[in-house]
């Protein structure tokens, strides 16, 4: 397995209304909500799928140029000035135009601005898959020591993507998604603990408010810890930033208690995992 970190790390999930198809103005409300982050002592902040368009599929269908970033896109430089600036680190959802192909990704700045990498979604939704390319590959983020397996809504309900992130010496699994009104709560209530527990990693969840690309979304981002247990839940339906601190002393605690993902490795008997990370 990987080293754990030496030192804590605070991370925070960002909830807020997108604006629908405005990636201008939803760039504006990321940068301030990183600025936030940075004033609260937060690493790295995570933002829920597709926010810089707000979900909305038909749109993003119809004007992929508009809705959509591309590469090297220069909408996003008020992003990577808040980053800079604040030595932040942000993971932003938007749908990514590609060589003619859409994606459903999150977006890695780094803290000196730059596009560090980018996850493509490999579990998508229903209807998604008329519009969208599934990922190839996994992605682990390495932050101050700490490993950061990234996930996109319907890939957290698969036990072997997180399974795939912790085999990859993950120590947090961090979700941007779209869960709403009626069974988004209680499914992201049942998948995020399973999967924290699991695996002995955090589970960070920043999920929309209010109404985007038709949905009646739940809010309740939140953060738990490697024992299954919420760290911070945000509300349901205001524009909110929780924090959690991520600690090492807490990772060796759970996993001596629930020692499943260290026999799983060391009998050398687990399969080979469906979404390998790399």
């Known amino acids: 397995m990987y080293p754990l970190p030496s030192h804590p790390i605070r991370i ?25 982050s940075a004033r609260a002592g937060a690493r790295l902040v995570v933002f829920p799928e ?21 590469p090297d896109d220069p909408r996003l430089a008020p992003v990577a000035e808040a980053c800079r600036e604040t030595g932040t680190v942000a993971v932003v959802g ?15 700045v780094g803290a000196s601005g730059e596009l560090v990498t980018r996850y493509d979604k490999q579990n998508l939704f229903k209807a998604e898959r008329e519009i969208y390319r599934e990922g190839a590959a996994g992605c682990t983020l390495e932050l101050d020591g700490w490993r950061l397996g990234l996930g996109i809504c319907y890939d957290s309900g698969f036990p072997e993507h997180a399974r795939a992130a912790a085999l990859d ?14 069974n988004g709560y209680h499914e992201s209530r049942t998948w995020f603990p399973a999967r924290a527990l699991d695996n002995t990693c955090y589970a960070v969840l920043a999920n929309h ?38 600690d090492p002393q807490t990772l060796i605690a759970a996993r001596d208690s629930e020692p499943m993902l260290r026999d799983l490795i060391d009998t050398g008997t687990h399969p080979r995992a469906l979404h390998r990370l790399s």
């Not at 597709?50 to 591309?70: H, M, N, T």
């Not at 010496?169 to 009626?182: D, E, I, K, P, R």
């Not at 209010?210 to 919420?230: E, K, L, M, Q």
């Open 12 to 36: 925070a999930a960002a909830q807020a209304q997108a604006v629908a198809g405005d990636i201008e103005a939803n760039v504006a409300t990321v940068a301030a909500m990183v600025r936030e």
């Open 50 to 70: 597709k926010f810089l368009s707000g979900y909305e599929p038909d749109l993003i269908r119809a004007d992929p140029e508009r809705c959509a970033v591309q």
């Open 94 to 108: 938007a749908a990514f135009h590609d060589r003619g192909d859409l994606y459903v990704s999150a977006l890695v």
């Open 169 to 182: 010496g993950c120590h947090a699994y961090v979700v941007g998604a779209l869960f709403s009104v009626g």
């Open 209 to 246: 408010i209010g109404t985007t690309g038709g949905w009646n979304t739940c809010g309740a981002s939140a953060i738990w810890g490697p024992d299954g247990r919420v760290h911070a839940e945000a509300g349901p339906d205001r524009r909110e930033l929780i924090t959690a601190d991520l």
